[in-house]
């Protein structure tokens, strides 16, 4: 199984961006599927997570309010992220992340199965 990131690049302050992560491989398990993101010089930092059935959601604190986590209508194996009125600090290296358990504490912890390679995100001020 494997995850793969798209959609990164660079954006002005206060503009958008959908980060899209797409699983493959040997699917037979109902991943959960979230994202993180690591700036320069910081840890890496919970975004959000959506489970398998698309029914619940969960975001940290960097994305409450401007982050949406949904699964493509026509595949579940692919989590988009739409970010809005975006800001320098959200600068960062965005990884998308798989696992097949959504709740317990594997997900604060970035415990997880899969990780995607990271794709670079550029907010300009």
């Known amino acids: 199984v494997r995850l793969e990131e798209s959609g990164g690049g660079l954006v002005q302050a206060g503009g958008s961006l959908t980060l899209a992560c797409a699983l493959s491989g040997r699917t037979r398990s109902d991943y959960a599927m979230g994202w993180f993101r690591q700036a320069t010089g910081k840890g890496r930092e919970f975004v959000a997570k959506?489970?398998?059935?698309?029914?619940?959601?969960?975001y940290g604190e960097s994305g409450k309010g401007r982050f949406t986590i949904s699964r493509a209508i026509d595949d579940k194996n692919t989590v988009n992220l739409r970010m809005t009125n975006m800001q320098p600090d959200d600068t960062a290296v965005y990884y998308c992340?798989?696992?097949?358990?959504?709740?317990?504490?594997?997900?604060?912890?970035?415990?997880?199965?899969?990780w995607g390679q990271g794709i670079k995100v550029t907010v300009a001020s």
């Open positions: 992340a798989a696992d097949r358990h959504f709740y317990g504490s594997k997900w604060p912890f970035g415990d997880l199965e899969v």
């Open positions: 959506i489970n398998w059935s698309r029914d619940d959601t969960e």
